[in-house]
């Protein structure tokens, strides 16, 4: 049963936060080692070596697929532990790998294996929680999992340049293995049995037809997949952009901590101006600020060589401040309408707009090479075509509609 009394304690937030922060971990601390598992790898190419980021990203999308409907079944506690086994597996595989194909296995099964303790937070959050005491246990566990990506890099570089780059799998192990221990003894099982769902395929099969009945639901999954390929796309190709094409190798992790915080930001404004806006129009401001953006650098380095650090930097936190208004209210806008269904429709939200992503921002990512100018172009062409989607699928007639009923 949700707890309307019971106040948020530190330690539950502190624990939720440590659950998703380990997907961070994993994406962010290995950014500056990139070229250097390339080398030891065989795989010298900076444009494939993308893949162990972007293929991660895949993972997450498969596995909470899966994850979360077998939690509405078996609970939340044992999804977790199977996470936390299959990312010690993955894991010794990234360790280990002899080659770019193999290491992009491991980091596709890392990806499976931590979407199930990225899942099972805010599906541990909703079961002791909802209105507003929901709603501020999940904005100190943003607070707490955004300090991640800030000092990740950072201390990946630090990890590496002392220990080497396996060194960087060996402490993701290890402090998985600290927050699963947190977590078998201090978590106990939200998901009464009562409210457990028999498991069956035909969860899988109703819950999609029901899904892409709802055009709003459809129309914002779609634009959440755009606009996280075009991210990804910087994601992906930060270590190679600034470490080979401007020569920071040292001011990497320094300069991505940077952009980090300006996404933060405009994370916490969101929370406020959502209120007094609204996520729709909100939402639509900052995605076509977004588009600006990116279409003023396309038109005034067209042609040119890399702009100098401060303007890239300072064009990039612009773009990125966008971002904070976007993901959390796209989601949410997606699942307005499929409340009935919210478990497994937020699966098939996180999976589409996962899995769409990750080509979008391999193929944009491919043009990366001398210049960053095709970076912008793609942020461009993917913030455009979520404004096009947004006009022309993303209105309100339907709530309305249920609204009036």
């Not at 099982?189 to 009562?194: A, G, H, N, Q």
């Not at 029901?210 to 270590?239: C, D, N, P």
């Not at 405009?266 to 929370?271: A, K, P, V």
């Not at 005034?300 to 100098?308: A, H, T, V």
């Amino acid at each position: 049963m949700q707890n309307e009394d019971v106040k948020p304690n530190f330690e539950f937030v502190a624990l939720m936060a440590a659950l998703m922060s380990i997907v961070a971990l994993a994406l962010d601390a290995i950014l500056p080692a990139i070229s250097h598992i390339g080398i030891e790898i065989n795989s010298i190419d900076p444009i494939k070596n993308q893949l162990l980021i972007t293929m991660i990203f895949l993972g997450l999308g498969v596995g909470q697929l899966f994850f979360g409907p077998l939690s509405d079944s078996y609970g939340r506690k044992p999804i977790v532990y199977s996470g936390f086994i299959l990312f010690i597996v993955a894991s010794i595989i990234c360790i280990f790998a002899p080659s770019l194909e193999i290491m992009i296995v491991g980091r596709v099964l890392q990806g499976i294996a931590l979407s199930a303790p990225r899942t099972m937070a805010v599906s541990i959050i909703r079961d002791t929680y909802k209105g507003d005491y929901m709603a501020r246990v999940m904005s100190f566990v943003t607070a707490f999992f955004i300090l991640v990506p800030v000092v990740a890099p950072a201390i990946g570089k630090w990890i590496m340049d002392s220990y080497g780059w396996r060194a960087i799998f060996y402490v993701q192990l290890i402090f998985a293995l600290i927050v699963a221990i947190w977590f078998w003894k201090r978590q106990i099982e939200t998901l009464k049995r009562e409210y457990k769902i028999p498991f069956s395929i035909s969860v899988f099969s109703t819950g999609i037809r029901e899904f892409f009945k709802y055009k709003e639901t459809v129309a914002f999954t779609f634009i959440s997949g755009f606009v996280t390929g075009a991210f990804l796309v910087y994601l992906s190709g930060s270590q190679h952009v600034f470490e080979d094409q401007y020569g920071l190798v040292e001011e990497f992790p320094y300069i991505f901590a940077g952009l980090s915080i300006s996404i933060g930001l405009s994370t916490f404004l969101n929370g406020t101006l959502v209120l007094r806006f609204g996520m729709r129009k909100l939402s639509f401001m900052a995605l076509i600020a977004f588009c600006l953006i990116a279409l003023i650098y396309v038109i005034i380095f067209w042609d040119k060589p890399n702009p100098s650090v401060p303007v890239l930097i300072a064009f990039l936190s612009c773009q990125f401040f966008c971002l904070g208004f976007l993901w959390g209210n796209f989601r949410s806008i997606a699942m307005e309408p499929i409340g009935h269904i919210a478990g497994i429709g937020a699966a098939i939200n996180g999976f589409i707009s996962t899995v769409l992503s990750v080509p979008i921002a391999q193929y944009i990512g491919g043009f990366v090479n001398s210049t960053v100018w095709p970076l912008f172009l793609g942020l461009a062409i993917c913030g455009l075509i979520s404004v096009l989607i947004f006009v022309i699928l993303g209105q309100k007639p339907l709530l309305a509609r249920r609204v009036v009923q």
